[in-house]
């Protein structure tokens, strides 16, 4: 009796143990697909590779399969088929047929309100672009020299070294007009296993905040001298500060990220706009600051140039300031002309640019905003928000908003500013850009200091273009 006792008491533990799979659910993204597996409880997992043919397989510890793997939607992705059997030795296997090379890579999550136990497994294609029509080589290259002028710059201002941004721009000669695009990074907020507020009636916020999105960069691919592309275009996850690496690898020159607002209580309304708090700024300098890996950050930019490893703690403080300030004035100036947009169309919930500390606004180097297109909470802003006609106002909204800022203020080497040029040059105080022309023999023809010249303009970097129209003090 006590044997039997003993194996009886075994058995229920081993049954109490077992794990099962009640779900998977399976996302497609242009550099990887995301399956995640939802269980009853925690088990152990073991993720590996095998070769001719390739697959991945993932081994589960004491587990069972309560689904369908025929249910799951594999267009789009480098698997071919999902096999699944049981081990040997006990538990779960699931084996992916893959088409292409993949870097497998796996982590767990706790409960929590809206899900259980599960596991995430990333299939991570090498070499892949995170966007769908990622920027021309041309622009790269044209935004990197851009890029390095303004660092190089605001590193001579940092150490209070201005004869040597003299110096610099000496041997500069005006450049070829490139008429380059303005690059705008727009962001769908939330995806796939995060959809994000969700609206009396069912409405997702990942949803129609895709569309919105889709809309707006849509709106500036069809005007010439812009070019927009989206951190996601699908149903898929990416991670907050993933948002802002694509952002800056895609040399974006503003970044708006686009929500539907949610509260407890059906009765707010209306749209908001934000930027970066100062607190957030200040929190986000100590995070860059404490960053190990430097040589690939704001500074350093993602190739790496003008790292901050050889910078000392004052230094590298007051250049992240000086390019904080930069940005964050960017981001206010042009999210007053975005919510003067919206409130054109829609209600505002707040009559100014509201400030926050929202991850997606931290880059330290790109102008960012942040749009609460409506409630999704309240049911007439929900209906309102499903409506592909009202989509479209919103994203007709904060597109006029950002391209009259970008009227206004041009990049000097954009097809923008060279527009605005063309009508210019006449007047006594108006000079043209020649061939072999510098930032210094210019300001030296006219009796005048660079940086007064270089204040009267706007610029930022020590690069002329020819044809570029410059207003002399």
């Known amino acids: ?4 006792l003993g194996c009886l008491g075994a ?40 070769d001719n043919p390739d697959r991945v ?32 030795s006990g538990g779960l296997r699931v084996v992916l047929d893959i088409n292409r090379a993949v870097v497998p890579k796996s982590f767990t999550l706790p409960p929590n309100e809206q899900y259980s136990d599960r596991l995430v497994v990333d299939l991570v294609y090498p070499g892949a672009s995170a966007v769908e029509d990622p920027i021309d080589p041309i622009e790269a290259m044209i935004r990197d020299q851009e890029i390095a002028a303004q660092r190089a710059q605001t590193e001579a201002v940092a150490q209070g070294n201005e004869e040597k941004a003299d110096e610099m721009a ?15 990074a727009v962001d769908p907020g939330h995806g796939g296993e995060d959809p994000g507020a969700t609206g009396p009636n069912g409405t997702r916020e990942k949803d129609v905040v895709l569309d919105i999105a889709r809309k707006l960069k849509q709106r500036f691919d069809q005007t010439p001298g812009f070019k927009a592309f989206l951190t996601r275009d699908g149903d898929y996850y990416v991670g907050l500060r993933q948002r802002t ?17 949610a509260v407890r209580s059906s009765q707010p309304f209306g749209s908001s706009v934000y930027a970066l708090s100062q607190s957030g700024a200040t929190s986000e300098t100590a995070r860059w600051l404490a960053a190990t890996e430097n040589q690939s950050d704001l500074i350093g930019g993602v190739d790496g140039n ?51 500390g929202f991850v997606v606004l931290k880059s330290p180097d790109i102008p960012s905003l942040l749009v609460e297109t409506g409630f999704i909470s309240n049911p007439r802003e929900e209906a309102q928000l499903r409506s592909s006609a009202h989509q479209a106002q919103l994203a007709q909204a904060i597109y006029a908003g950002i391209v009259a800022h970008f009227r206004q203020h041009p990049p000097p080497s954009s097809l923008l500013a060279w527009q605005r ?31 007064a010249l270089k204040q009267a303009n706007g610029l930022d970097s020590d690069i002329l273009r020819v044809g570029q129209v410059l207003t002399i003090p």
């Open 170 to 184: 000496a041997a500069v000669e005006a450049q070829p007009h490139p008429k380059r695009d303005i690059i705008i």
């Open 421 to 451: 040029d063309q009508g210019r040059g006449g007047a006594s105080n108006e000079y043209r850009v020649q061939s072999g022309d510098t930032l210094s023999q210019v300001a030296a023809s006219h009796n005048i200091s660079m940086k």
């Open 245 to 261: 690496l694509i952002a800056r690898q895609q040399k974006a020159d503003f970044f708006v990220s686009i929500h539907a607002d």
């Open 306 to 356: 003008l790292s901050l490893d050889d910078k000392d703690e004052v230094l590298r403080g007051v250049l992240l300031d000086l390019t904080m300030t930069a940005t964050m004035n960017d981001s206010l100036a042009t999210g007053g002309q975005v919510l003067d947009q919206l409130g054109r169309i829609n209600k505002l919930h707040k009559s100014g640019v509201e400030q926050a």
């Open 1 to 4: 009796m006590l044997v039997s």
């Open 11 to 50: 058995a229920v533990q081993v049954q109490a143990q077992t794990v099962t799979v009640d779900n998977m659910r399976l996302w497609s993204a242009p550099d990887h697909v995301r399956l995640v597996f939802d269980m009853s409880g925690p088990a152990n997992a073991n993720v590996f590779t095998l």
């Open 57 to 88: 397989v993932i081994d589960l510890d004491s587990t069972d399969l309560d689904f369908d793997v025929d249910k799951l939607d594999l267009d789009d992705s480098a698997i071919d088929k999902v096999r699944t059997g049981v081990r040997e």
